[in-house]
């Protein structure tokens, strides 16, 4: 089934919850999209064939974080969890890198807490598409 997306972003609004955020603790219905940027652009890579990136983000707390997001061949942007920043600014975005499916695979076997988090992301996810289609 080919996935348009469109359909991706409307499913993975209804997946994200404390157990696929990358800090559970700090995770809630205001800023559902919190910490879920490196579980979608795996998932987004994975279903949807994009390029996943990483790029270091500095808020205006002076807090630093990693942020995933992905690029089609077109080198257009698609960050689906920019939404998690609602409450800070990025003040800087250092250059971005790209990420093989190689990293992936050894990320999810060198991280068991990520690739559990990633598996239960992909569940929901396959839940609420077929859903989406009717199924």
């Not at 979608?40 to 064939?49: S, W």
């Not at 790029?55 to 920019?82: I, M, P, Q, W």
């Not at 929901?124 to 199924?135: C, D, N, S, Y």
Request: hydrophobic share 35%.
């Amino acid at each position: 089934m080919k996935i348009s997306i469109d359909a991706f972003e409307k499913a993975i609004k209804n997946c994200r919850c404390k157990e696929t955020s990358g800090d559970p603790e700090y995770w809630s219905d205001k800023n559902p999209s919190y910490r879920q940027c490196l579980v979608t652009a795996l998932l987004a890579n994975e279903v949807l064939g994009l390029d996943a990136f990483a790029e270091k983000v500095t808020l205006d707390s002076g807090f630093s974080a990693h942020h995933y997001f992905n690029k089609d061949t077109n080198k257009n942007y698609f960050r689906f969890c920019e939404g998690q920043f609602i409450f800070e600014k990025i003040l800087t975005r250092e250059k971005e890198k790209s990420l093989s499916k190689e990293w992936f695979t050894a990320l999810l076997e060198q991280y068991p807490d990520i690739n559990g988090r990633y598996k239960l992301f992909k569940e929901r996810f396959q839940k609420e598409i077929l859903q989406i289609f009717g199924g």
